[in-house]
């Protein structure tokens, strides 16, 4: 868990120090994690060199784990260990620009890329749109996933490396992700950043928002100026303009056990609310062991994102109104020291809608649910508590077993919809007006 408060404290002054426009111009992106053995190998001979100067050369390095140190052809080296070539390295069959290190915490080896941002941004961007875009919609994203990037500088801090290569981060496959379009919209947009009052903006981004885009206040809470719910003024020909998710009860069930919430077979589903777009954003989940009150995005998250795609749908049949069963909360799965109990989601969803918490510290608690506990401590004594308003919901009792969930768009909803995008880049609009659209009151400068 990374809620320590001094590594908390460290990374605020490194995001602020960010923020500020002096970003460095190299990333280390974690590309293998918690190993206990790796390969490295290159069609030129690589070099080795560990912390204490010790070298090692050729064209095919195996590594494994011995204590505090790493065994390299059969020799211990001290990590962190860097391994440079005149060509491309090869990790897991994939070629990779830059350099590597591989380090060791926790008894495990981790295998980081060094290299530029703007080479980063090579092997980003073609995972996170169609290279046959419009050019203009290609430079939108590079200036977002660029700002987002630094944005993410040291979030893995503690494992040796600043972001991961997957979809928790972005996306990163190196040289083979590699495509003409995408790097000429790199090259169009060297250095571009989106900023809000001075400081890197929070660049969120999604698929497809269905046609108008959430608040991050409605998904999130807090309050981001930029982040704001906006309609997307064409009609995009996204493949999820809409959906239908069929769910059974036990299925529900099992997922949210997953989470710490073991409720049973789920019965019945009521939406007790909606945003100002029409997204869902509190439900209550009766089921045959016990009912519970969860928000929209962790019943998504809870389900599976490719399932469920948005938080933008509908319960198929006619809505009735809940009953008046008093609220008996689902025992927590043991054991999952991360989650919340309900009452401690009770209590951050208030603070929440109170503004107890900073836009920084939403973020983070998005970006690392671990943290929740410890922000909804630092945040106690700040706001006085408010009972709820009770709401009238929309109610769906199981209909053969199962849910039929019709809905609308694919992601969180939140910032850039890259469907729309699209659209708008198609309908004749430039980079910056897109961004101008999706991002209002943000500008565009240049990192140093």
């Avoid at 046609?211 to 206040?217: F, L, R, S």
């Avoid at 704001?228 to 809409?242: E, T």
């Avoid at 016990?290 to 994102?305: N, P, Q, S, T």
């Avoid at 918490?357 to 939403?362: G, H, Q, T, V, Y």
Wanted: aromatic share 8%; with cysteine.
């Amino acid at each position: 868990m990374k809620t320590v408060i001094l590594k908390f404290i460290a990374m605020s002054f490194l995001i602020a120090f960010l923020g500020s426009g002096l970003e460095a111009s190299e990333i280390n992106v974690g590309i293998g994690v918690n190993l206990s053995f790796g390969e490295l190998s290159s069609s030129s001979t690589m070099t080795m060199t560990d912390k204490k100067g010790a070298r090692i050369s050729g064209k095919n390095l195996k590594f494994s784990v011995s204590g505090k140190s790493v065994i390299v052809s059969g020799k211990a080296f001290t990590p962190p260990l860097q391994i440079r070539s005149s060509s491309p390295i090869v990790y897991n069959k994939r070629p990779y620009l830059g350099f590597f290190k591989v380090t060791l915490s926790r008894g495990r080896l981790f295998v980081v890329n060094v290299i530029d941002v703007e080479s980063y941004l090579r092997g980003v961007l073609k995972m996170e749109v169609n290279p046959g875009w419009p050019k203009e919609s290609l430079k939108a994203q590079a200036i977002i996933s660029r700002t987002y990037a630094l944005n993410q500088m040291g979030r893995h801090g503690s494992d040796g490396f600043d972001v991961c290569a997957t979809q928790h981060c972005q996306v990163y496959r190196g040289i083979n992700a590699h495509d003409r379009a995408i790097d000429k919209a790199i090259s169009e947009t060297k250095g571009k950043v989106l900023t809000y009052k001075g400081s890197l903006a929070k660049t969120l981004f999604h698929s497809d928002s269905g046609g108008i885009t959430a608040a991050a206040k409605d998904v999130w809470g807090g309050d981001l100026p930029y982040l704001v719910s906006v309609s997307d003024p064409v009609s995009s020909s996204s493949p999820h303009s809409k959906w239908t998710a069929s769910l059974t009860g036990s299925q529900i069930g099992t997922a949210l056990a997953r989470i710490g919430q073991n409720i049973g077979t789920a019965t019945s589903i009521s939406v007790l609310s909606r945003d100002g777009s029409g997204r869902v954003l509190d439900m209550e989940v009766l089921g045959t062991s016990g009912r519970i009150k969860i928000r929209a995005h962790k019943f998504r998250e809870a389900l599976g994102g490719s399932l469920v795609k948005s938080t933008s749908f509908t319960l198929r049949g006619s809505a009735s109104l809940p009953t008046s069963e008093p609220l008996k909360p689902a025992p927590n799965r043991p054991n999952l020291s991360d989650i919340l109990s309900p009452a401690e989601e009770r209590l951050l969803m208030m603070l929440t809608k109170q503004g107890a918490f900073s836009s920084d510290e939403l973020i983070a608690m998005l970006m690392d649910p671990s943290k929740k506990r410890y922000f909804i401590q630092k945040a106690q004594g700040k706001a006085p508590l408010q009972p709820q308003t009770p709401v009238i919901a929309e109610r769906k009792p199981a209909s053969g077993g199962g849910f039929i969930l019709e809905g609308k768009g694919w992601g969180h909803g939140v910032g850039l919809s890259q469907w729309g995008a699209m659209a708008l880049a198609s309908s004749g609009w430039s980079a910056e007006r897109i961004l101008a659209h999706y991002y209002p009151g943000t500008s565009i400068a240049i990192r140093k």
